[in-house]
Protein backbone atom coordinates (compact mmCIF):
# COMPACT_ATOMS: atom_id res chain seq x y z
CA UNK A 1 0.00 0.00 0.00
CA UNK A 2 1.05 3.18 -0.88
CA UNK A 3 -0.47 6.81 -0.04
CA UNK A 4 0.47 9.80 -1.69
CA UNK A 5 0.03 13.55 -0.68
CA UNK A 6 1.29 16.03 -3.24
CA UNK A 7 1.99 19.57 -2.35
CA UNK A 8 3.63 22.98 -3.84
CA UNK A 9 0.49 24.12 -5.89
CA UNK A 10 -0.88 27.55 -6.22
CA UNK A 11 -1.56 31.07 -8.37
CA UNK A 12 0.96 32.34 -10.38
CA UNK A 13 1.56 34.49 -13.65
CA UNK A 14 2.39 33.94 -17.23
CA UNK A 15 5.88 32.64 -17.13
CA UNK A 16 6.58 31.97 -13.47
CA UNK A 17 7.75 28.61 -12.16
CA UNK A 18 6.74 26.34 -9.33
CA UNK A 19 7.80 22.57 -7.25
CA UNK A 20 5.15 20.10 -6.61
CA UNK A 21 6.29 17.59 -4.33
CA UNK A 22 5.05 13.79 -4.00
CA UNK A 23 5.72 12.40 -0.74
CA UNK A 24 4.88 9.35 -0.20
CA UNK A 25 4.41 6.79 2.60
CA UNK A 26 5.22 3.34 2.77
CA UNK A 27 8.37 1.30 2.48
CA UNK A 28 8.13 0.06 -1.07
CA UNK A 29 8.40 3.38 -2.86
CA UNK A 30 11.33 2.73 -4.76
CA UNK A 31 9.50 -0.08 -6.43
CA UNK A 32 6.93 2.20 -8.43
CA UNK A 33 7.81 4.07 -11.45
CA UNK A 34 6.21 7.35 -10.56
CA UNK A 35 3.67 9.58 -12.59
CA UNK A 36 2.60 12.97 -12.71
CA UNK A 37 -0.89 13.71 -14.46
CA UNK A 38 -3.05 16.96 -14.77
CA UNK A 39 -7.09 17.86 -15.01
CA UNK A 40 -8.35 21.14 -16.28
CA UNK A 41 -12.05 21.66 -15.44
CA UNK A 42 -14.33 19.96 -18.10
CA UNK A 43 -11.22 17.79 -19.25
CA UNK A 44 -9.85 14.14 -18.89
CA UNK A 45 -7.32 13.64 -17.34
CA UNK A 46 -3.93 13.37 -19.33
CA UNK A 47 -0.51 12.33 -18.63
CA UNK A 48 2.51 15.01 -18.05
CA UNK A 49 5.57 12.89 -17.12
CA UNK A 50 6.79 9.76 -15.73
CA UNK A 51 10.37 8.44 -14.09
CA UNK A 52 11.37 5.09 -13.60
CA UNK A 53 11.64 3.54 -9.98
CA UNK A 54 15.17 3.69 -10.14
CA UNK A 55 14.53 7.46 -11.81
CA UNK A 56 17.56 6.68 -14.80
CA UNK A 57 14.81 6.94 -16.95
CA UNK A 58 11.73 9.28 -17.83
CA UNK A 59 9.02 10.12 -20.18
CA UNK A 60 7.51 13.41 -20.99
CA UNK A 61 4.87 14.66 -22.92
CA UNK A 62 5.73 16.70 -25.66
CA UNK A 63 3.53 19.87 -24.29
CA UNK A 64 6.16 20.04 -21.46
CA UNK A 65 9.40 18.85 -22.73
CA UNK A 66 12.39 21.53 -21.74
CA UNK A 67 9.50 23.02 -19.28
CA UNK A 68 9.29 20.52 -16.81
CA UNK A 69 11.19 18.43 -15.37
CA UNK A 70 10.69 15.08 -12.96
CA UNK A 71 13.31 14.15 -10.21
CA UNK A 72 12.83 11.75 -7.18
CA UNK A 73 15.03 11.22 -4.10
CA UNK A 74 14.40 7.27 -3.17
CA UNK A 75 16.34 7.97 0.18
CA UNK A 76 13.16 10.18 1.45
CA UNK A 77 10.04 8.62 -0.61
CA UNK A 78 9.41 11.60 -2.82
CA UNK A 79 9.24 12.70 -6.24
CA UNK A 80 9.36 16.22 -7.52
CA UNK A 81 7.64 18.43 -10.59
CA UNK A 82 9.84 21.53 -11.69
CA UNK A 83 7.80 23.07 -13.66
CA UNK A 84 9.29 26.52 -15.70
CA UNK A 85 8.00 28.88 -18.19
CA UNK A 86 4.20 27.83 -17.03
CA UNK A 87 1.37 28.44 -19.26
CA UNK A 88 -2.65 29.19 -18.88
CA UNK A 89 -3.01 26.05 -20.45
CA UNK A 90 -1.12 24.48 -17.68
CA UNK A 91 -4.04 25.17 -15.20
CA UNK A 92 -5.45 22.22 -13.35
CA UNK A 93 -5.44 19.91 -10.68
CA UNK A 94 -1.56 17.50 -10.65
CA UNK A 95 -1.79 14.69 -8.99
CA UNK A 96 1.01 12.13 -8.65
CA UNK A 97 0.83 8.09 -8.78
CA UNK A 98 2.38 5.06 -8.26
CA UNK A 99 2.51 2.15 -11.27
CA UNK A 100 4.26 -1.38 -10.89
CA UNK A 101 5.09 -0.85 -15.09
CA UNK A 102 7.60 0.31 -17.07
CA UNK A 103 6.91 4.05 -17.83
CA UNK A 104 3.41 4.02 -17.82
CA UNK A 105 1.37 6.89 -19.88
CA UNK A 106 -2.39 5.83 -19.43
CA UNK A 107 -4.11 6.27 -15.70
CA UNK A 108 -5.51 2.78 -15.59
CA UNK A 109 -1.58 1.32 -15.08
CA UNK A 110 -1.33 3.37 -12.09
CA UNK A 111 -2.82 1.86 -8.93
CA UNK A 112 -1.98 4.41 -6.06
CA UNK A 113 -2.98 8.39 -6.94
CA UNK A 114 -2.62 11.25 -4.84
CA UNK A 115 -5.44 14.15 -3.78
CA UNK A 116 -4.16 16.58 -6.07
CA UNK A 117 -2.99 20.13 -5.74
CA UNK A 118 -4.48 23.25 -7.68
CA UNK A 119 -1.86 24.88 -10.01
CA UNK A 120 -3.60 28.02 -11.99
CA UNK A 121 -1.45 30.42 -14.18
CA UNK A 122 -2.85 33.51 -15.18
CA UNK A 123 -2.26 35.35 -18.37
Known amino acids: QVQLVESGGGLVQTGASLRLSCAAS????????MGWFRQAPGKEREFVVVIRKSGARTYYADFVKGRFTISRDNANNTVYLQMNSLKPEDTGVYYC????????????????WGQGTQVTVSS
Open 97 to 112: AASPHELPIVTHLYNY
Open 26 to 33: GRTFSSYD
